[in-house]
């Protein structure tokens, strides 16, 4: 259980965290969202102790970072896949991290097993792609067999069979109990893989909620409708409120009005349907619906996403 | 114990480490060799000289070895890895301490060994071709004064790094110190016709450590003359390691 409590962090003038409160449940993937430069990654550096936060605290099963004696046996953390020395072979590069927490090289061998990178264990890191860098960062993280990991955009450089598989690392993590804390920028892939969702723009806290809540909420809904003759129903539906967009002689797309009514309507009609299919928008939708109504991030960023009508 | 082994393991998994070392080993030995086998009369050649050509050569060594501990912070912050460091190990004051006693133990033993070597290599040469060597308590005193004056070098580095975070700054400025600083600090010190300028000049003052008697007629050598270089880098490493406790990583 990790439980941030008004977390405040200022570079100079800019204000990278305000004010910042969430919870962060085990047994869950929690999906850590934002644009660019929402800070996230300055987030996370607060919650392990790295960047000292101006105010409020992250809070660890109820303890700071910096009273944890040896974390890696409790949180693993991937902040950075690049925090690594260029010279050094990538079992060196873990020995460095073990060796501080008193991990031992049976450990090491058996992590670089579950990431796949035994073959290249005495290959210096320098020459490693983005993606093995990813791998040798996740098995970092697993050396202790933590209870709570965080992971600052760990799919970044990952192949979609690379992707695919931190994301069953990830949901496996979680079906142990484990709390699990990632940020991305690849919403589909959040809506695969995560449970709950933490939404920050500009520092700040915008929502919070499980992904199956957020994504009825925010995202559009719409029916299906497929009918020889569809015209028939189109005077009934309006009156019942619904707005209907054609999509073809025998299909159309209607809001406003659940499958059920719809369904009625067209019994009592006489009309048949082919096909009567609600509709969701992704939860990439729903993020860019949020964001592009999140006030202060229309007006002060200039680097805001691309607006959505 | 684990932060230590941990800092050894760095250290050592890096190439720069070796680079470094390997001149600092192999440079004052060449001296050493060449002088000792091509010197001409041999007879005039004392314990005192050697002791001297070697001690002084390896300065350069010991000032080598402090780059290596310099850069054994600077590339942590370089690269990224001080993170995964302090992640690792929340208590910072422990992991910068543990890279300070790996970096001074490292330092002192290359050194110790180096001299080692040459002094042998030296007097084998030198009594091969029946040179006379003796040795008194100055040539004791001039050899524990290297293997000092590389113990504070390292922390001089390891503190210069630990505040300038930067690999290229805290090089250059490392070496520029007693190359530069020392020097202009000495021409604005005559000017101000300071009695003794030597003792703010903690550098210079240090180097009478690995002088032997011939060399320096100055009352004050000795180990004492270390001692204003020994406080400056204790203060430095101090600072440092109190301004990185509170700065973001
Ligand atoms: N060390 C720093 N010094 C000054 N400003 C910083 C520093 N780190 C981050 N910032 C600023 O803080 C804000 C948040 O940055 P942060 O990297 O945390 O965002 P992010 O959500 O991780 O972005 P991204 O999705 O691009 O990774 C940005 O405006 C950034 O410029
Ligand atoms: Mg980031």
Redesign the interface.
Known sequence: MIEIQGLTKRFGKTVAVDQLSFQVTPGRVTGFLGPNGSGKSTAM?CM?????PDAGAALFDGRP????KR??FEIG?L??A????????AR?HL???A????IGLKRISEVLELVGLTEVAKRRVGGFSLGMRQRLGLA?VLLGDPHTVILDEPANGLDPEGIRWMRDVLVHLASQGKTVLVSSHLLSEMALMANDLVLIGRGRLVETSSVETFVAKHARQWVRVQSPNVDSLRQPLIEFGAAITVVDDTTVEIVGVGAATIGELAARHGVVLHELAPQQGSLEDAFLEVTANSQEYRTHSPFAPPQVS | MDLLRSEWIKLRTIRVTYVLTIIAGVFPLLIVVLVAALADNVIDITGSDLVSMVTQSMVLSALLLGVVSTLSITNEYGNGTIRVSFAATPNRRKVLVAKGVVALAFSMAITTIVMLVAFATGSTILNNRDAILSFDSHTNSAMVGLVLLSGMLCLLGYGVGLIIRNSAASVTLLVLWPLLLENLARIVLAVAKVKDPTVWLPYQSALRMVSTPEFSSDESSGLAAGIPLAIVVIVLVAVGIMINERRDA
Not at chain 1, 48 to 52: C, I, K, N, V, W
Not at chain 1, 65 to 68: A, G, L, M
Request: aromatic fraction near 6%; charged fraction near 20%; hydrophobic fraction near 30%.
């Open positions: 550096r392990l102790a790295l960047d000292r970072y910096q009273t944890i974390p890696l953390a902040l950075d690049g925090y690594v020395h260029p010279g050094r072979t060196n020995r460095t991290i060796s501080s927490n008193g970092s």
